[in-house]
């Protein structure tokens, strides 16, 4: 199960692991059936989109001029070695360069990891609990299908929109005849 999320109107927050076991109660008191519908559909989802997601791909640096594998080389050493601020890398950059020695990282990653940051969930309000799939990258919406993005999908088309959002639609109406079956054969066990 992926994170919870209390939502009232406009607000919501995230459930740290002490207010966690409260709410996992309150998924317990679910009926099962209703959960498992629910968990699985989303599950579905999850899956099918984590598997399409279109990730960047890594670019050679051998096409950078001898300036930008100076910069590309500083950048990369001040992110992956505490000891080296971007300035400190980069004069050590160019003294390597002075002296022939800069092997800068044959491919720089341009990716955000988009993908890594899908979830799903539950949302609770007052009145309702929602299972839902999403992405926390503030910049998912706008992901758009790009010329080498292995995707059937028009040119520009938006990738959530594709992956996430009509899934959960095209899923709405099966979900509710499976709900609503549940709650028929459960009405029938109290009988």
């Known amino acids: 199960m992926g994170k919870i999320k209390i939502r009232k109107g406009n607000m919501s927050i995230e459930v740290d692991e002490t207010s966690r076991s409260i709410f996992t109660e309150v998924l317990k008191a679910i009926p099962d059936d209703t959960r498992n519908i629910l968990e699985s559909t ?8 984590y598997d399409r997601w279109p990730v960047r791909k890594e670019v050679s640096t051998a096409t950078l001029t001898d300036v930008g594998k100076v910069r590309f080389n500083s950048r990369h050493v001040s992110k992956t070695d505490d000891r080296y601020t971007f300035k400190r890398a980069l004069a ?3 003294k390597l360069q002075k002296r ?3 092997r800068p990282p044959e491919f720089r990653k341009t990716s955000q990891d988009s993908k890594g940051k899908l979830y799903t969930g539950f949302v609770f309000s007052p009145t309702t609990l929602e299972a839902v799939v999403g992405n926390s990258a503030p910049y998912a ?6 010329l080498d993005t292995d995707l059937p999908y028009a040119l520009g088309t938006r990738v959530s929109n ?4 009509k899934p959960a639609k095209r899923k709405a109406d ?4 499976e709900l609503a079956d549940a709650l028929l054969d459960e009405t029938k066990q109290v009988k």
């Open 174 to 177: 099966a979900v509710a005849e």
């Open 100 to 102: 022939g020695e800069l």
């Open 141 to 146: 919406w706008a992901i758009k299908v790009g």
């Open 162 to 165: 594709e992956l996430l959002w």
């Open 92 to 94: 050590m950059s160019y």
């Open 42 to 49: 989303t599950e579905t989802i999850y899956k099918d989109a």
